[in-house]
């Protein structure tokens, strides 16, 4: 879990946990600008700096900074109801190997 959010590490699991979902790693807000900062990373996010393959989101611009940037992010519109979907597939051609 790559999040803006500034609320702590614990509370972000907490929230997961209720859904049944296990969060292996959390990065926060917090986290996130000190590291990015240190690497010299000028960006709102860059999940490549934390060893994170895709990066899901809902927000236009960081999509464009990814591409800026280059890392793979899939933007998900607000009240798209098949997102599930979506992340399968993208995930599943993360998966696929390269054909050359």
């Known amino acids: 879990m790559y999040t803006t959010s500034t609320r702590s590490v614990g509370s972000i699991r907490r929230t997961f946990r209720y859904y049944r979902i296990r969060l292996s790693r959390v990065v926060t807000e917090?986290?996130?600008?000190?590291?990015?900062?240190?690497?010299?990373?000028?960006?709102?996010?860059?999940?490549?700096?934390?060893?994170?393959?895709?990066?899901?989101?809902?927000?236009?611009?960081?999509?464009?900074?990814?591409?800026?940037?280059?890392?793979?992010?899939?933007?998900?519109?607000?009240g798209n109801g098949d997102w599930v979907a979506q992340v399968l597939a993208r995930v599943a051609e993360l998966e696929r190997p390269a054909v050359r």
Do not use: C
């Open 30 to 78: 917090t986290t996130a600008r000190g590291v990015l900062k240190a690497a010299q990373v000028s960006a709102s996010k860059h999940p490549p700096t934390f060893g994170f393959d895709l990066h899901i989101d809902d927000a236009a611009g960081v999509g464009a900074e990814g591409a800026r940037l280059g890392f793979d992010v899939l933007v998900l519109a607000p």
